[in-house]
């Protein structure tokens, strides 16, 4: 039965957040570990049901995943959470990634270039729709045919198959949209194996490439210039297991530092990596919001007089979009009118029609959501619509007057470690209970 929250607003955080391993760093990299010989071991591994999926997609594919009692992230008096993660090859005959798995997660796709390169084929059900607008795989597949991989697509599969070997090559990755995180990923993945130097232009730099980069070369591959929009590959005949630890989540960090923000609060982020939110602390810092670092840690408070503000998503060290939603949810509370843009995705905006139901005063105009400032937000029923949006109503809620009930939270699930018990343990009054 799925679960919902049940939120009474008003509590002010105060405490310490260890931040979990990225979620969107750690799908990716299960993915690489197809491409080597011997077992990896990765840390920091958040306890997720997308990283459950993964690990299900991978298991399907002879892989042996072994899983360490957690020993990192603690939430107060409560079991720890993060933990270590072995992966190892052990058959390679099955090439396929079922419809079922990637229909649950899209991330699934990030197969399709390790397979090739090590496999020589890879079968693939192509994503379908998404809640947070079309979500296309052609960069992926157009890179990857640029190092040799031929395609068809068959009953709703991508097939692909490599005759020979990949062979290395100059290309341009960037799309309509900007550059592309996992296309980047899935080919320079396969570019790791390829022959000869291949050469990304228009690569995306987020910090989950270099993180799935740096994996590599430790396996054996020689990457140079992850992080920038030019990654230059230079292919080896083989990668071997190795130990790797996953960076911190950002996201995830983003949203408590607005977790902070919106209840007035005062928190103090443990494991995390203010560089990858430089975008964040630029806006947060107009916003009013009161942000220092101290080594790994992020000290952050907030008076609750928020400014309004304008921002627009871009690929990093942009906006990342995926705290579009979360930043909307504390602009609903600032004094005056903030104007958000979305270039990243530019339907994701399910959030805005629930945040009204809560008495936001949101109007959208195309990619642009106009968020006009209110006294108070109130407590209402509302539907999780994806991750991110979801995480915007939890932040909604715990400044809402009254009760919020936040249904379908196993999208919240996907993303965020027990996020509900993060919070609690900093004086949320939120609990988990069985859907009606
Ligand atoms: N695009 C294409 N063709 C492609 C690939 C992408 O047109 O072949 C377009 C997309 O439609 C979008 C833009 O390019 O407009 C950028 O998409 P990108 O490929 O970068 O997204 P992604 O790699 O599929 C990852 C994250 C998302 C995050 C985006 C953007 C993972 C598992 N997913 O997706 O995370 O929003 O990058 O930063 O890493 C989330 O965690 O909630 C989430 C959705």
């Known amino acids: 039965m799925a679960d919902s929250f049940l939120i009474r607003g008003g509590a002010r955080l105060t405490g310490k957040v260890e931040i979990s391993g990225s979620k969107n760093s750690a799908l990716p990299i299960l993915a690489a570990c197809l491409l080597a010989e011997g077992k990896t071991t990765l840390k920091s591994v958040p306890r997720l ?29 409560l079991p720890p959470l993060n933990g270590n993660l072995d992966i190892e090859v052990t058959d390679e005959r099955v090439s396929e990634a079922r419809y079922d798995i990637v229909k649950t997660m899209r991330a699934s796709i990030c197969v399709l270039g390790p397979l090739l390169a090590k496999r020589k084929r890879a ?13 296309p795989v052609d960069l992926h597949v157009r890179g990857l045919q640029k190092l040799g991989a031929e395609f068809t697509t068959e009953g709703g599969n991508i097939v692909g198959t490599v005759r020979g070997r990949l062979k290395g090559c100059r290309m341009y990755l960037g799309g309509a949209m900007g550059p592309t995180v996992l296309g980047t990923i899935n080919v320079m993945c396969a570019a790791a194996l390829a022959e000869g130097e291949t050469v990304l232009v228009g690569a995306a730099c987020e910090p989950e490439v270099t993180d799935c980069a740096n994996l590599l ?15 230059r590959i230079e292919g080896v005949d083989k990668l071997v297991g190795a130990e790797h630890r996953i960076i911190p989540d950002r ?26 939110l430089i975008a964040v602390q630029d806006r947060l810092d107009e916003v009013g919001v009161k942000i220092r670092r101290e080594n790994g840690t992020i000290f952050v408070s907030s008076s609750r007089r928020l400014n309004p503000i304008e921002m627009t998503t871009q690929p990093f060290p942009g906006f990342p979009t995926d705290l579009q939603a979360q930043l909307m949810a504390l602009l609903c509370l600032a004094d005056g009118m903030s104007v958000i843009t979305e270039r990243i995705f530019p339907d994701r905006f ?21 968020v006009h400032g209110v006294k108070e937000l109130q407590g209402a029923a509302v539907m ?24 379908r939270v196993y ?16 004086g949320a009054d939120i609990e988990r209970v069985a859907e009606r």
């Open 49 to 77: 049901s997308d990283i459950d999926s993964m690990v299900k997609l991978l298991g399907e594919m002879g892989c042996h995943v072994f899983r360490h009692e957690p020993t990192e992230a603690r939430v107060g008096a």
């Open 123 to 135: 079968v693939v059900s192509i994503p379908g729709g998404c809640a947070i607008g079309d979500r």
């Open 217 to 231: 070369n430790k396996m054996g591959a020689k990457i140079t210039g992850h992080g920038t929009p030019e990654i």
């Open 251 to 276: 996201i995830e960090c983003g949203t408590f530092m607005m977790a902070a923000a919106i209840t007035n609060g005062e928190l103090e982020l443990k494991h995390c990596n203010l560089d990858h």
């Open 350 to 370: 399910l959030h805005v029609g629930e945040l009204n139901r809560m008495g936001a005063k949101i109007r959208k105009e195309g990619p642009t959501a106009i």
């Open 384 to 407: 999780c619509s994806d991750l991110r949006a979801s995480a915007a109503l939890v932040l909604a809620g715990l400044a809402a007057k009254g009760q919020t009930r936040l249904d």
């Open 411 to 426: 999208h919240i699930d996907r993303g965020y470690e027990k996020i509900e018990q993060k919070l609690m343990a900093v």
